[in-house]
Every structure is written in structure tokens, then in C-alpha cells.
């Protein structure tokens, strides 16, 4: 089971990796029917005014189907951008710290937001056991430790439902 976890929390820092934009080398681009600058220019991470002005564009809402357009790489002058990745596991919806409890939420929560201060592109992670072990979950089938969880600490609780959906 840990090693499942394990894995887990590899494949989702290999895809948030992969989701990440790359540098790219100026390209050319053929208009397609349907296509609009907006969607264009979100494509490839620029702008319309770089679309435009790139290629001349007199009227950015008159573009036809296989007009050819270059494309500036204004991704490769984005700056880099710094993600840290917190992991929990195995919470069983401890909300307090004790010396008897180990690590709960409250304190959980704490470390989340000095770390979010230092770095706001800061995501949490859950790879198990979140919502069973204590009566404050058990009462109410989870409902209380969902709530903690989207409130206070957790970008995607459950990787491996993430990474399925």
C-alpha cells in the first residue's frame, strides 16, 4: 500500500511537471476554420497584441482559414516558476496536535499557510486515509474533515483521483 503511494505521489509530480510551460522556438501557425486570435494566442501562451503585431494584423477579427501565423515565443520570456508540493498521508482526521495524536489538521493547517506565505504557487496533496479514525469524521460519514480539508489545507485530497479524472 505504501508503495502504491508512493508511486502515486510520482505520477503526479511527473504530471504537474508536464503540465508546466516549456520554452518554444517561434513557430509558424495555419489559420483553421473557427480559429480566433484569443484561442490562438492561449494555445502558445502569448498574446493577441504579440499575434498581431508579429504579423502585421490590421484587424485582429478578420483572420481566414490557412493564413499563416507566426508565432513570437513569447513562452520562452516567461519567467520560471516555482512549485512546492506538500504530501500527507495516513491523517485519519486528526483535527489537533497532541503529544498522543501525532500531526493533525490544526497544525497541518499552519505549516500549509507559512509555506504558502514563502511560496503562494504552493499545492498540498493527500495520498490516503483522510476521513476515518476519529468520531468527528465517523458522525457525519466525513463531512466535517471534507470541509477542514477544502478550508484549510488541501489543493487535491486523493491524488490517485485526481490523476483518474
Known sequence: ?????????????????????????????????????????????????????????????????????????????KDDVEITILHTNDVHSRVSFSANDGMGYEKLSTIVKEMRAKNPNTLVMDAGDAFHGQTISTLNKGESIVQIITDCIHDLHNTLSFIES
Open 1 to 77: 500500500m505504501k508503495s502504491r503511494r508512493f508511486i502515486v505521489l510520482i505520477v503526479t509530480v511527473v504530471l504537474l511537471t508536464s503540465m508546466m510551460v516549456l520554452p518554444a522556438l517561434a513557430t509558424t501557425y495555419e489559420v483553421q476554420s473557427g480559429d480566433m486570435l484569443y484561442r490562438i494566442a492561449q494555445k502558445y501562451g502569448v498574446t493577441v497584441q504579440q499575434i498581431v503585431d508579429a504579423n502585421d494584423i490590421k484587424n485582429p477579427d478578420l483572420i481566414y482559414p490557412g493564413d499563416k501565423l507566426l508565432i513570437p515565443d513569447g513562452i520562452a520570456a
